[in-house]
């Protein structure tokens, strides 16, 4: 059998050799969805819009403290599916930054690493908000990933893992045994209202911003990279470098690779030689990268170590890239870049 038919339309972690289907990510997300139901966590209620004019419904918030692993599009994909809200944030944080996050979205479940789990501590004291302690600490909501060693993915038995202290427990606890028979529902005009994703602006312009994305501004945006790219089918062998907890790579790679069943070869982070090497290896089709990526293959000699033929296009954004450098990639490896602009419906800011 060809790898791209074993690797087609899943998630794969090359350090472990781990991988899901999307079929198994859809059916863990439903599982995840129950357990967290079963913690006591339900969507808000829905409020009549004469009462509400534009005001996002944000119903409990489960925060993501993750870098891009196999874990995170069922966690992910797991808390939309329970109709609670889901916020993001950069693992790389200090407690500091951490802790306006936490007092800003009150999360009452959160899923770290244990790199990450010192940082969290922290940020909780320093939040000085008895609600976020009440939510995380006295309830025991925390859970770990652990993406060096996780057997998720792997083909051996299954195992719900063990508690790190008195205050944590392994993620797959949230995998409840019966999954939901499908994602919750809501009736059509809520959709517009009702907070899928908070994520967070970079804070430079003062404390950092909770950006409020409905489902219905998800949907569209997905709608629109689908229509510009219709070239995508489902041999598509993307790299999931860029952060999943940005908007960019969010909707770009992970949410666009599920309706166009791409497969994502997923990087905890960006590391230029690996990045290269991965393209060699699994032929990559695709790339969807930050500008100076794109500096990189415009100028590095390390390209010329490696097969880069396989890609057939790429998009950069985040930040503005000089069309000098779109010129010197065209010219070097025949890839036209794509510029895209990550326009989605911002409902308010959080604080």
Not at 308 to 315: F, H, L, R
Request: aromatic fraction near 8%; hydrophobic fraction near 45%; proline fraction near 7%.
């Amino acid at each position: 059998m060809s790898t791209r038919r074993n690797l087609s339309c899943c998630l794969y972690q090359h350090h472990t050799a781990a991988q899901i289907s999307w079929e198994r990510v859809r059916l863990d997300s439903l599982r995840i969805a129950a357990g967290l139901h079963a913690l006591g966590l339900q969507p808000a209620p829905a409020v009549p819009l004469s009462s509400t004019g534009h005001t996002p419904i944000i119903s409990p918030v489960v925060l993501l403290h993750l870098p891009n692993s196999l874990a995170f599009a069922p966690l992910l994909f797991g808390v939309l599916a329970s109709g609670l809200t889901v916020t993001m944030a950069n693992p790389g944080l200090t407690s500091g930054e951490l802790a306006w996050i936490l007092k800003s979205s009150e999360p009452q479940v959160v899923v770290t690493t244990p790199e990450g789990l010192q940082v969290l501590n922290a940020a909780i004291m320093e939040s000085e908000s008895p609600k976020v302690k009440a939510n995380l600490i006295n309830t025991h909501r925390v859970y770990v990933v652990d993406p060096a060693h996780d057997e998720y993915g792997l083909p051996c038995a299954f195992s719900k893992g063990t508690n790190l202290d008195q205050h944590t427990q392994d993620w797959k606890a949230l995998l409840a045994s019966q999954p939901l028979e499908s994602p919750v529902q809501f009736k059509p005009n809520e959709y517009k209202d009702r907070t899928a994703v908070i994520l967070w602006s970079s804070g430079t312009s003062g404390k950092s911003k909770g950006v409020v994305l409905s489902h219905q501004a998800l949907v569209s945006n997905v709608h629109s990279l689908w229509h510009i790219n219709q070239a995508f089918d489902e041999n598509q062998r993307w790299l999931g470098f860029a952060p999943f907890y940005h908007i960019f790579a969010l909707c770009n790679v992970l949410l666009l690779a599920v309706a166009s069943g791409a497969t994502i070869f997923v990087m905890p982070k960006f590391d230029p030689k690996l990045m290269l090497s991965h393209v060699q290896r699994f032929r990559i089709t695709f790339l969807h990268m930050a500008p100076p990526v794109a500096v990189l293959l415009a100028k590095s000699p390390m390209l010329d170590a490696y097969d880069m033929t396989s890609i057939q296009g790429a998009v950069s954004g985040g930040a503005p890239l000089p069309s000098e450098i779109v010129e010197q990639v065209y010219r070097r490896l025949g890839i036209l870049i794509k510029l895209v602009s990550q326009v989605v419906l911002q409902l308010c800011f959080l604080r």
